[in-house]
């Protein structure tokens, strides 16, 4: 028998969402599960994608301890797997689960990204599930981007994305960059609007880093930096440089069935 169920319900605030989070709490109240803020072992995430980002978030100092589930209230996500009327089912599934270690959830992994800003007042870490963005505010980002210590480039253009494999078909795939399974334990770095003249050369395509190697990307001159991880932004006049590689950490979703992940890439962009 698995231990017992303690779970928290995160929702996206809309009517549905809140009316959904309800229902979920009454079902777990006849199912016995606990309901836990501070240490839960499952977060149900009510909404779209974006819910799922906050909830992942709001987690990010438990997250070896927690696996997490998505519904979803709108059109079909990425990290949200269920619809709104398969609550129930999704419940009693997840209370088959405690009986017996045999039953499903699976528990999937997904590699996440890990990054340290290095500023002159200071140094922070952060961890993005989808992707971490530099952008200039106040015009072109100067950058130079090094990989595993390396000089690889100059860039001068609008912003640099780096994605993780999940989070590659989010930002990343509006900037051309490639949709990777999130078996692939990599990063991804796409350029946003990169200026390609005689003068200033960047590679121009996307470029994907396996796990053992990192970039370091430096502040080339006196620059408002907007800095943006997963749904989160910063402003930062004083960068000095921002190290990017996989994380060690993972984050777990619990799978009660299967849905592989190219039926959601067909799902989300191809099916009507
Ligand atoms: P938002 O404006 O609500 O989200 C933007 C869209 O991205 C929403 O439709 C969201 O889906 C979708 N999304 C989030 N993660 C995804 C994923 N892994 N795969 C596919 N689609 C995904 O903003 P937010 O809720 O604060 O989310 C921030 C995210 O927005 C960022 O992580 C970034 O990836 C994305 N974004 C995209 C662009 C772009 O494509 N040009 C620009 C800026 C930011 P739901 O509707 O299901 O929540």
């Not at 930002?171 to 334990?185: D, F, R």
């Amino acid at each position: 028998m698995r231990p017992p169920l303690r779970y928290y319900v995160l929702d996206r605030g809309d009517q549905l969402s809140v009316d959904l989070a309800e229902q979920f709490h009454t079902l777990a109240a006849q199912h016995h599960f606990e309901m836990d803020a501070e240490s839960p072992n499952i977060v149900i995430s009510i909404g779209g994608d974006g819910t799922m980002l906050h909830a992942f978030q709001t987690f990010i100092d438990r997250i070896s301890d927690i696996a997490f589930v998505g519904v979803h209230t709108g059109h079909l996500g990425f990290y949200s797997d269920w619809k709104a009327d398969e609550l129930p089912e999704l419940v009693e599934l997840m209370s088959n689960s405690i009986l017996s270690e045999d039953i499903p959830p699976r528990i999937v992994k997904y590699p996440l990204l890990e990054l340290t800003i290095h500023k002159k007042s200071g140094t922070t870490s952060h961890i993005a599930l989808n992707e971490f963005t530099l952008k200039g505010v106040d015009g072109t980002l100067v950058a130079q981007i090094d990989i595993n210590d390396q000089l690889f480039e100059m860039f001068r253009g609008d912003g640099i994305c780096i994605s993780t494999p999940s989070g590659s078909t989010a930002y990343n795939k509006s900037l051309g960059g490639a949709m990777v399974h999130p078996t692939i334990e990599a990063l991804q770095i796409a350029e946003i609007a990169s200026i390609n003249n005689r003068i200033y050369r960047t590679m121009g395509s996307p470029l994907l880093l396996p796990k053992h190697h990192h970039s370091d990307i430096y502040s080339r001159k006196d620059q408002r930096l907007l800095l943006t991880v997963d749904h989160k932004n910063f402003t930062i006049d004083d960068l000095i440089s921002v190290s990017c590689q996989v994380s060690k950490q993972k984050i777990s979703f619990a799978r009660y069935r299967p849905y592989p992940f190219w039926n959601r890439v067909r799902s989300a962009f191809l099916e009507e």
